[in-house]
């Protein structure tokens, strides 16, 4: 028995050497003679002629069986060598890791069927181990066998429960089969056990999948995660797989604190990892906005753009950071450089005009929308904000023909686009054409569509009291649009210019002296009401002083006559 060993391993030695690295010259045996006749297999070399009895034999036959089939591998023989191995599972079940591996092999072969015969023998042992029972429980699983792998895996939480495997393809039977009252008290069980922080975190994963699964948002489930979590924390694993999916599993349940702690603590940990890096910053980045601390968030995304200058995401989460702090120029730049990395995003091109617009840059806005009207097809988006540039460029012409487009396209392919703040957009730029009738007309589109739209409210109301028309209707709709905003500047304004316009100049001056208590900057407009209603009360110098106001913001050629036809 012990030269048979011996033997094995001399012909192994031959084999790997056939099939490896050639061998150096100097020691290389002379030739063989010739044969006569073929030479024997490596099988009739090394193993067994006769039945193999004892257990000592069946292990011996076990090893000799792996290792043709380790080096039938080696050159390349797949199905022989994965029968070699079944072969020597089956002769020694007692060996737990090599029947493992032969099931494995057999798995990834997609014969899952095999795998579980070889499995069944080994299981069936009564010193069979938990993670033994677990894999048979989870090949039973994939060969359609669920019976046996609950079983199998019930087992094997019982020999060994601290070991996940059982736990998990328990659990996924349950949930296969909706059985979320079993599946519940299953990750109780495993809650229970004083487990590793591997272990503890893979539970609490299990939990995860869970409240998604029965759509959990309970406290008690919540708090059974976090519970698990937090274990783990004070264990502190030490493998930067499990330190991030800690870090992870907090973001998930809302712990931003805990999660942020682990993060940076990754972060100056791996510092020499890029990827993961990277990834850390991305997560921190997104913490930091859903708690709206901007400024943290616009540091972890120009650190990103330190080291990848080149990545159009970390410009466009910049662009809208600096668009929501109204910080405009900045926007227009940042978004600028996701479109130029990124020519290809579409909404790239509308977010970048939409900044250079409120940026005060309509040509800027207009070239970028040129540039999207050359790659994409023409749609509602593109003509809106087409609209909203010639606005701001005062080209209300232009303005009434692309808002006209985006109704059109609106109106053929998607009707809910038709909203009350496009009618309303159409219909200040009518306004400014001086078309009044077909401002009327789309302002009511507007107010049709929500009687609460103050803005229509105030400047229909202010066209009808700039043109001296329907004064008292005016009236009333400005009275609408203040007790929605009673402290808006431009609606005080409004309703100051209609007693104005009625003769009722006192009133006139208290509302407007307001609006200008309450706007946020200095306007034209106000100073030069301020002045005509202090001209028509009789105080010529008070009324001088408020266009010379009006005419140190911009300057009004109708506004510089008055005081003109003022002067002393």
């Known amino acids: 028995m012990l030269k048979r060993g011996v033997l094995v391993g001399v012909v192994l030695a031959g084999l790997f050497l056939a099939g490896g690295c050639a061998a150096r010259k100097a020691s290389a045996p002379p030739p063989a003679p010739p044969l006569k006749s073929p030479p024997p297999l490596v099988e009739e070399i090394f193993l067994p002629a006769g039945p193999t009895n004892t257990a000592l034999d069946r292990r011996a036959e076990a090893l000799a069986r792996w290792s043709l089939g380790v080096g039938l591998e080696l050159r390349g023989e797949e199905a022989a060598a994965l029968q070699e ?48 029972l677990a894999f048979y429980g989870w090949v039973c699983q994939l060969a359609g066998r669920a019976n046996e792998a609950v079983e199998a895996c019930q087992q094997a939480i019982r020999r060994s429960p601290t070991h996940l495997m059982g736990y998990q393809t328990l659990f996924n039977l349950h949930l296969l089969n909706q059985q979320l009252a079993p599946a519940r008290d299953l990750l109780e069980q495993a809650a229970r056990q004083p487990g590793d922080a591997v272990f503890l975190i893979e539970v609490a994963e299990l ?149 250079q617009i409120n940026a005060n840059q309509p040509a800027a806005a207009l070239n970028t929308l040129a540039k999207a009207r050359a790659r994409f097809p023409q749609g509602f988006t593109l003509e809106y904000y087409s609209g909203l540039a010639h606005v701001r460029a005062k080209d209300y012409a232009a303005a009434v023909k692309a808002f006209t487009a985006a109704e059109v396209i609106a109106a053929a392919t998607s009707r809910d686009k038709l909203t009350p703040v496009l009618f309303f957009q159409i219909g200040a730029a009518y306004e400014r054409l001086k078309q009044y009738d077909m401002a009327e007309k789309y302002f009511g589109k507007a107010l049709d569509l929500d009687p609460n739209f103050a803005e229509a409210l105030n400047y229909l109301g202010y066209m009808w009291a700039d043109l001296g028309i329907n004064l008292e209707r005016a009236k009333n709709l400005i009275e609408r649009a203040l007790k929605l905003e009673p402290k808006n500047a431009a609606f005080l304004d ?75």
């Not at 405009?328 to 005009?353: C, H, M, S, V």
């Open 494 to 568: 409004s309703l100051g210019w209609i007693y104005y316009r009625m003769g009722q100049h006192q009133q006139a001056l208290e509302y407007v002296t307001k609006a200008c208590e309450l706007a946020t900057e200095p306007d034209a407009t106000l100073f030069d009401h301020l002045g005509d209603i202090y001209l028509a009360l009789g105080q010529r110098d008070q009324a001088r002083e408020q266009w010379r106001k009006a005419l140190e913001i911009e300057a009004n050629e109708a506004i510089k006559k008055k005081l003109e036809q003022t002067a002393p």
């Open 85 to 132: 191995m079944a072969q020597a599972a089956r002769l020694d079940p007692d060996q737990e890791s090599l029947v493992i591996e032969a099931a494995r092999r057999l798995v990834q072969a997609k014969q899952p069927e095999q795998a579980r015969e070889i499995l069944s023998s080994a299981a069936a042992r009564p010193s069979a181990s938990g993670p033994l």
């Open 207 to 355: 939990y995860a999948k869970y409240r998604q699964q029965a759509a959990d948002t309970g406290d008690k489930t919540r708090q059974e995660m976090l519970s698990l979590l937090d274990r783990a924390s004070a264990l502190k694993p030490d493998t930067i797989g499990y330190q991030l999916k800690l870090a992870d599993a907090y973001n998930y349940l809302g712990e931003s604190a805990k999660a942020v702690e682990l993060y940076l603590e990754l972060q100056e940990k791996y510092a020499d990892l890029p990827a993961l890096r990277n990834n850390i910053r991305e997560k921190l980045t997104d913490l930091y906005l859903r708690g709206k601390d901007r400024k943290k968030a616009m540091a972890q995304l120009e650190a990103i753009i330190k080291e990848h200058p080149l990545n159009p995401q970390a410009y466009y989460y910049l662009g809208g950071l600096a668009f929501d702090e109204k910080d405009y120029p900045r926007a227009a730049e940042y978004l600028a450089q996701t479109i130029l990395l990124n020519p290809a995003f579409e909404q790239g091109y509308y977010d970048t005009a939409a900044a």
